[in-house]
C-alpha cells in the first residue's frame, strides 16, 4: 500500500475554482501537482525527495511558489473555511527546538 497523497476528482472539483487561468501553455496535470505538493509539506520533505509519481520535482516547488505569492492558497483555505463553517476544534503545534554546532561535540 502507497503513503503517497492523491487528491480524489471530488475534493480537486471543490478547489479547481480558485486556480489562476492558465496563459499559453496549458499547465500539467493539476491533480498530480498539488497532490504532490500537499504530500511534500504533509511529509516534511525536501521538494527533491517527492516522489517521482508526482512529477519533476523542479514543478512541484516552481508551482508552490509561484501560486503562494499569487495568493491562490489562501483563497483556497478561505473558501474551504467558509464552505464548512467554523471547525469544532483548533489544534497549535508549539514545537520550537535549538540546534547549536557546539551541542554536536556532545
Same mark, same amino acid.
Given at each position: ?26 499547465? $500539467? ?10 504530500? $511534500? ?7 527533491? #525527495? ?8 523542479? +514543478? ?11 495568493? $491562490?492558497?489562501?483563497?483556497?483555505? +478561505?473558501?474551504? $473555511? ?5 471547525? #469544532? ?5 508549539? +514545537? ?11
Amino acid at each position: 500500500m502507497s503513503d503517497q497523497f492523491w487528491l480524489s476528482e471530488e475534493q480537486l472539483a471543490r478547489i479547481k475554482p480558485n486556480f489562476p487561468l492558465s496563459h499559453g501553455v496549458p499547465r $500539467v496535470d493539476d491533480r498530480k501537482i498539488i497532490s504532490g505538493i500537499i504530500h $511534500v509539506i504533509r511529509n516534511g520533505l525536501r521538494w527533491r #525527495d517527492a516522489p517521482a509519481d508526482y512529477g519533476p520535482h523542479k +514543478t512541484l516547488y516552481n508551482r508552490f511558489i509561484r501560486w503562494s505569492k499569487m495568493g $491562490v492558497f489562501d483563497r483556497i483555505f +478561505t473558501a474551504l $473555511v467558509e464552505e464548512e463553517g467554523p471547525p #469544532d476544534r483548533l489544534m497549535i503545534d508549539a +514545537t520550537h527546538l535549538k540546534a547549536h554546532a557546539r551541542l554536536a561535540a556532545f
